[in-house]
C-alpha cells in the first residue's frame, strides 16, 4: 500500500491534484480542504494517501492530515457512501467539526453537504456513532471548559456537543461569552 507521497506539486485541478515524484507523475483525488492548503504549483507537498482498488480501477486519494485520511477510510466503511460521498463531506467539514456533528447526532449538518440526504447522513451518525464514544478528546480544549459548564447547567453530553459545535472559532472569546452563545442556541433550536 502507498501511506504517502511527497514530490513537487504539479498541477491543481477540479478534484484532484497530479504530484511529481522523481518524473512519476501520480493522480490523487482530493478534497478541496487537503487542495487549498498545498501551496502553489512547483511547491514539494506531502499527503497521505489511500488506495481504493476496484475490480476495474486502481484510485489514489491523498490528504493533507492523517485525520482526513482517517475520517474518509470511516466513511467508505458507511454502507451506501462511495469516495465521492466521503470527499463531499470532507470538503465541506473539518475532521472536528464531522466528529462533533457524529457526537452530537446533528443529521442536519452532514445532510446539508451536497449529495447526502437525510436517510444517508442518519445513516452515517448509526454506524460511525460508537467509534466516537470517546470524542471529548475531538473537542477543542478551548471548549472542554464550555461543554463542562453545560453539563453542570442539566444539558445532556450530545446537547452540550451540538452546541459546542455551533460555536465560532474566534479565541477572543471569554469563556462566559462562548457559554451565552452555546446557550442561544439551544433557544434557536427550541
Known amino acids: 500500500m502507498i501511506a504517502g507521497i511527497e514530490g513537487r506539486l504539479k498541477s491543481l485541478g477540479d478534484n484532484g491534484v497530479i504530484v511529481d515524484v522523481h518524473g512519476v507523475n501520480f493522480r490523487l483525488q482530493a478534497p478541496t480542504s487537503t487542495m487549498s492548503v498545498l501551496g502553489n504549483i512547483g511547491d514539494r507537498v506531502y499527503l497521505h ?4 482498488v476496484r475490480e476495474d480501477s486502481l484510485t489514489l486519494y491523498g490528504f493533507a492530515s492523517a485525520d482526513e485520511m482517517r475520517m474518509f477510510e470511516l466513511l467508505l466503511g458507511v454502507s451506501s ?3 465521492k460521498v466521503a470527499l463531499a463531506l470532507l470538503s465541506a467539514l473539518s475532521p ?3 466528529t462533533l456533528a ?3 447526532g446533528d443529521d442536519a449538518l452532514l445532510s446539508s453537504v451536497s449529495g447526502v440526504g437525510k436517510k444517508t447522513a442518519a445513516r452515517i451518525i448509526l454506524e460511525l ?7 471529548s478528546t475531538a473537542i477543542p480544549y478551548a471548549h472542554q471548559d464550555v461543554k463542562e459548564a453545560l453539563i453542570g447547567l442539566g444539558y445532556s453530553a450530545s446537547e452540550a456537543m451540538a452546541a459546542i459545535s455551533t460555536l465560532p472559532a474566534s479565541p477572543d472569546l471569554s469563556l462566559e461569552d462562548k457559554i451565552k452563545l452555546a446557550l442561544s442556541s439551544f433557544a434557536k433550536t427550541g
Open 129 to 135: 456513532k460508537g467509534k466516537f464514544e470517546q470524542v
Open 96 to 98: 472536528d467539526r464531522f
Open 102 to 104: 457524529i457526537a452530537s
Open 81 to 83: 457512501v462511495g469516495p
Open 49 to 52: 494517501t489511500y488506495l481504493l
